[in-house]
């Protein structure tokens, strides 16, 4: 698999990668570190060198400790996202009539993040980071990926779509919440819990 091929393909034709996709047998392993690490650190990379290097904020000015701080919580919350994700949309899957697969759920989530990942270079520029939300696409992607991968039944793909996201969209919001408390201090806990 080409990295650069197969974010192309899903990004452009992504009814036709689906198809080549599901039909490979891929371990999860080489799928995290021949896919989703290099593509998680344009985000990590991009927080690195705004933070760290730049230092866009209104409160302090560049800092390497924070650079690090934001860098680190980008690629952790990726990479933790990703197979938190795959594990609840592999543990709902027999709820929508589809396939218990935990390596296919696992193609199906670092795939849909593709786009997502790709627009984290625009995290760089403040004024650019609006652009990020071309990574919105990669709902669509998780949408028309379900059910090639997860074997669902046309009929079951948008209940099962849905709950998926809501699961993701609350366990993404704990897992930063977590993570920037933990990397960035007591001072966001605090403001969390007033």
């Known amino acids: ?17 689906w198809i080549v996709v599901e039909q490979e047998t891929t ?8 896919y989703l690490i290099p593509l998680a650190l344009i985000p ?6 705004r933070w760290g290097l730049l ?3 209104s409160f302090i000015g560049a800092s390497m400790s924070w650079g ?10 990726t990479i933790g996202g990703v197979y938190l994700s795959a594990f609840i949309i592999d543990a709902l899957a027999t709820n929508f009539g589809s396939v218990k697969d935990f390596r296919k759920a ?25 652009l990020g939300i071309v990574g919105l696409y990669g709902l ?10 997860m074997k669902t039944p046309e009929d079951k793909v948008t209940g099962y779509f849905i709950v998926s996201l809501v699961v993701l969209i609350v366990i993404y ?3 930063v919440t977590i993570l920037t408390a933990a990397f960035l201090g007591g001072s966001i806990t605090g403001a969390l819990i007033k």
């Open 27 to 34: 371990s999860v392993q080489e799928i995290v570190t021949t």
């Open 44 to 49: 990590a990379v991009a927080s690195f060198i």
């Open 55 to 57: 230092g866009y904020s």
């Open 68 to 77: 690090i701080k934001y860098a680190i919580i980008s690629l952790v919350t």
């Open 140 to 149: 669509y992607l998780l949408y028309i990926g379900i059910a090639p991968m």
């Open 1 to 17: 698999m080409n990295l650069i091929e197969r974010a192309k393909n899903i990004i452009l034709k992504p009814k036709e990668e």
């Open 173 to 175: 919001a704990i897992l």
């Open 106 to 130: 696992m193609q199906l989530v670092v795939y849909s993040y593709t786009p997502m990942l790709v627009a984290g270079i625009f995290q760089i520029i403040p004024g650019l980071s609006f």
